[in-house]
């Protein structure tokens, strides 16, 4: 006989295992196979709630891994997409809408001179890579322990790790993060700790003659949600444009998201390069490359290559446009903001009374939030300080009581969340916490 808890789950248990017979571990992307108890099937999300096959009704701080920056299906976004897409959906040219995107974008958003769509972040991550090398005609890229760009080989290293795999901080080993990386994917890869300054000067410094790009998250979102100390990325900048390197950040999730200029208006440091999606097109498949116009130009003239049948397709540029008019009518950034520093206050309160302290960490509009020993997080190896198996236990609690998290520790804040939303969510995390 199944528990209370289990019972609550039982047709998507059923939807699961059915699943499981004709994709491959029963989901279509790996983040999906950490759902607790089990993967869940939704049937519908509005607003700040999403519904799951049990007929479950969750207040929603996941947002589709960030992506729903106005709230699951907004009226007057679901309205336009319906009238655009009534017109076409893909033309394998151009189209006036697509235009009017760029356009927007590069009145918003500081290095964004000349860009170019895609479908997804992992892809355009790719392109930004390609063509750093290509304009520099040097083979070397240094990322960051603990950042995140996607899942093609490239950059797949040195995202998660043990302690004992990292080797030395002062000279960072790459760890590959899937079987079926090859090894020589890393040859070109220098591997950087995030926050420490003399290591990372040191290391570029000592390969700058091979260096192409320096690419970063602009806060470490997918580890930790840790922001960049102060000068942190102002060091970066003047490296690269000592050592004649191409500066990208990837701000699949910081942008639109902590700005509508993205996190280089946030901290006001201006990347040559810059990637985006999730929350521009309020979670239809979209993301831009966009650059400096100089660096862009080996595209624009064809000397390197990116291409996409799907991309800019009729309706996500449709939702893009809409997003981007809501957040600016309604000035949703600095509600943002103040709703984000507004509950990780009223969870650290709550946990502190509750006897299992929460640390809390981000710049609002996405933060996170783990038990660890630590005062403060500054790079991937502290994350590796946090006690996942007790925090895990507190998302299948929040859970049962109808907050959905995601079990890595990030919260995203959307439009449609509201300050008794937070009070409901910081209930249910007292009583949580007074139960572990």
């Not at 290293?157 to 590959?176: A, D, K, Y």
């Not at 998250?217 to 922001?227: A, D, K, Q, S, T």
């Not at 509508?260 to 979670?283: E, S």
Request: charged residues 20%; contains cysteine; aromatic residues 8%.
């Amino acid at each position: 006989m199944c528990s209370p808890s289990k019972r609550r789950y039982q047709r998507s248990a059923q939807l699961f295992r059915r699943a499981q017979g004709v994709l491959a571990g029963g989901v279509s992307s790996q983040f999906r196979a950490y759902g607790y108890p089990h993967p869940l099937f939704y049937t519908r999300g509005e607003g700040a709630w999403i519904w799951d096959a049990d007929g479950n009704r969750y207040l929603d701080f996941t947002l589709s891994q960030g992506p729903l920056i106005l709230g699951h299906s907004p009226p007057e976004l679901l309205a336009r997409v319906a009238q655009a897409t009534a017109q076409g959906q893909i033309y394998a040219g151009q189209h006036e809408a697509e235009l009017e995107l760029a356009e927007r974008i590069a009145q918003l958003v500081p290095a964004a001179e000349l860009l170019r769509f895609s479908l997804s972040g992992s892809e355009a991550v790719h392109a930004a890579i390609r063509l750093a090398r290509g304009l520099t005609g040097r083979p070397l890229v240094a990322k960051f322990e603990g950042h995140y760009h996607g899942w093609l080989d490239n950059v797949a290293w040195s995202i998660t790790g043990r302690e004992e795999e990292l080797g030395p901080p002062e000279s960072p080993r790459p760890v590959p993060w899937s079987q079926g990386v090859l090894p020589q994917e890393a040859e070109h890869l220098l591997l950087l700790p995030w926050n420490r300054p003399e290591i990372v000067e040191r290391l570029l410094r000592r390969h700058g003659d091979r260096l192409a790009a320096v690419i970063c998250e602009p806060v470490m979102c997918n580890n930790g949600c840790i922001v960049p100390e102060p000068g942190f990325l102002e060091l970066l900048r003047r490296l690269c444009d000592e050592l004649g390197a191409v500066l990208i950040f990837d701000e699949v999730i910081t942008g639109f998201r902590i700005d509508l200029g993205g996190a280089q208006r946030f901290y006001d440091v201006v990347p040559d390069l810059a990637v985006f999606g999730k929350a521009l097109a309020n979670g239809f498949p979209i993301s831009v490359l966009a650059g400096k116009a100089q660096v862009m130009e080996p595209l624009a003239s064809g000397a390197v290559i990116h291409a996409g049948t799907m991309n800019s397709g009729v309706p996500s540029v449709a939702a893009a446009l809409a997003t981007l008019d809501q957040l600016q009518r309604q000035q949703v950034h600095a509600r943002l903001h103040q709703l984000g520093r507004q509950l990780m206050d009223l969870l650290a309160d709550a946990s502190r009374r509750a006897g299992h302290p929460l640390l809390l960490q981000g710049p609002g509009p996405m933060f996170h939030a783990g038990f660890t020993p630590l005062k403060q997080v500054r790079d991937y190896r502290d994350t590796l300080q946090y006690d996942t198996a007790k925090y895990a236990r507190f998302v299948a609690g929040m859970h049962d009581r109808g907050v959905r998290l995601i079990g890595r520790g990030i919260w995203y804040l959307s439009a449609a969340h509201t300050p008794e939303h937070l009070e409901q969510a910081v209930q249910a995390a007292y009583e949580v916490l007074r139960q572990l």
